[in-house]
């Protein structure tokens, strides 16, 4: 172990480097706080994700000074393509919103990454590549977090420290925080191929995965994607929850496969196309680790289970508990650290992530035990897709793009279910 005369001293420690972490540093250096940025491996990295963003995570960039153009590399989207119910898909463009840009972006994850930590880097923040986290420091007095070590004998120390470390959060779970049982749990897949649909400019989306011929063969669990790269690949993965019979009784690549096999052999998805090794990861929705804040430690992003249950976006969520997180620490930081006006101003960061998410989120559990019956699924692709304005207010539903105040009767139906439903 380090010296103790060696140790990193900072006003926030922030463990973990992807959008949660990457976009609390920018924020907490922009308002002049030391950030030591802490992230295990070094860049650019390989992450699991779908790689596609909506107009809620494009917002959210824009707020970060991200230069969302395509000249500096984004690919942009219009809306959605969905399949499900009939072997023609159905288009959807984002809705033009006061609150939302009116498109997506999609981005390799391990370039979108590096782009938000060097981003964070501009703006003050401190990084440090290669430093595994393998435990707090805790005041014997208090017990709280006042620090953090490595794996390589390093020591950071600061009065407040953020858990971005991702959905397994190794940092909360030493702190006593579990996951809840009672929240949806995702598990994603995904691999790349090279296909002619590389610069398709809707996002994909499947609600229906058959092993053969679209209403002949077997419904398989879960919902797929299909995301053009623009750069010559494709992005096909395929999500399943732990409301499916199927959930961990599954081969999920395998599923991948036998769904791609009922797909056009001229789009490309076959094993000889295939780029990388298909690979998988957690997708912890609805607030499934709580509390948010605990003994100066805030959780944002994947560590506090911000995924979006109704549609597995979780890019955006992470960015926003960043905003509002950050916000909470600075004003705890100019308060006086370890002050009782501090610390009210750190309990107010999980009021306000229930406050803006927390009956959304509920409503979304109500949802995906509904999506869990085939029969309902089947119903509601059969029945819904071809009524136009009922998709409208589904995709408004399901990405969570409204517009908060004088929106229309789609808007203010789904700000009065999420207000009136509780907090998740």
């Keep these: 172990m380090s010296d103790q005369s060696a140790a990193v ?8 480097a992807g959008p949660a972490g990457s976009a609390t540093a920018t924020y907490l250096a922009r308002s002049g706080l030391d950030v030591a940025l802490l992230e295990k491996s070094q860049f650019p990295r390989e992450k699991v994700c779908g790689d596609g963003l909506t107009p809620r995570a494009t917002r959210q960039l824009i707020k970060l000074g991200i230069d969302t153009s395509t000249q500096a590399g984004w690919l942009h989207n219009r809306g959605l393509r969905i399949y499900g119910g009939k072997q023609q898909p159905f288009h959807l463009d984002w809705p033009e919103l006061a609150d939302f840009p009116s498109y997506g972006l999609v981005r390799p994850r391990a370039d979108f ?9 501009a703006s003050g923040a401190k990084l440090y590549e290669l430093a595994n986290v393998t435990a707090p420091i805790l005041d014997d007095r208090s017990d709280r ?3 953090v070590t490595t794996k390589d004998g390093r020591i950071f120390r600061a009065p407040m420290v953020v858990a971005a470390d991702g959905n397994s959060s190794r940092l909360s779970l030493a702190m006593g925080l579990s996951t809840r049982d009672d929240r949806p749990m995702g598990v994603a897949v995904r691999t790349y191929y090279t296909s002619p649909r590389t610069d398709d400019d809707y996002l994909e989306s499947w609600l229906e995965l058959w092993d053969g011929e679209p209403g002949q063969s077997n419904l398989l669990p879960g919902y797929g994607w299909i995301f053009g790269m623009g750069d010559g690949t494709s992005n096909v993965g395929l999500g399943i929850l732990n409301t499916s019979s199927a959930f961990g009784k599954t081969d999920y690549r395998d599923l991948l496969r036998r769904w791609l096999a009922n797909t056009p052999e001229e789009w490309g998805f076959r094993d000889a196309n295939m780029t990388m090794p298909i690979r998988g990861a957690a997708l912890p929705m609805g607030f499934n680790r709580q509390p948010h804040y605990t003994r100066g430690l805030v959780l944002v992003g994947d560590a506090g289970g911000m995924v979006n249950p ?6 955006a969520y992470a960015m926003e508990s960043a905003d509002v997180a950050a916000e909470a620490i600075a004003e705890a930081h100019y308060r006086g650290a370890g002050t009782a006006g501090a610390e009210r101003a750190l309990r107010a960061y999980p009021v306000r992530m229930k406050q803006s998410l927390g009956g959304y ?8 035990k509904l999506i869990a019956r085939p029969e309902i699924m089947r119903i509601c692709t059969t ?6 304005s009922l998709m409208r207010f589904t995709l408004k539903l399901l990405a969570n793009l409204h517009d908060s105040t004088d929106g229309d009767a789609s808007d203010k139906v789904i700000n ?4 009136i439903a509780p907090a998740a």
């Design 310 to 315: 109704f549609n597995g976006e979780g890019i």
């Design 9 to 16: 001293e900072a006003d926030v420690i922030v463990v973990g």
């Design 113 to 121: 990454d590096d782009l938000l930590a060097r981003n964070a880097v």
């Design 416 to 419: 009065t279910l999420s207000r």
């Design 145 to 147: 977090i006042v620090g």
């Design 361 to 368: 989120y509920t409503l979304g559990r109500i949802f995906v």
């Design 383 to 388: 029945y819904g897709l071809p009524r136009r």
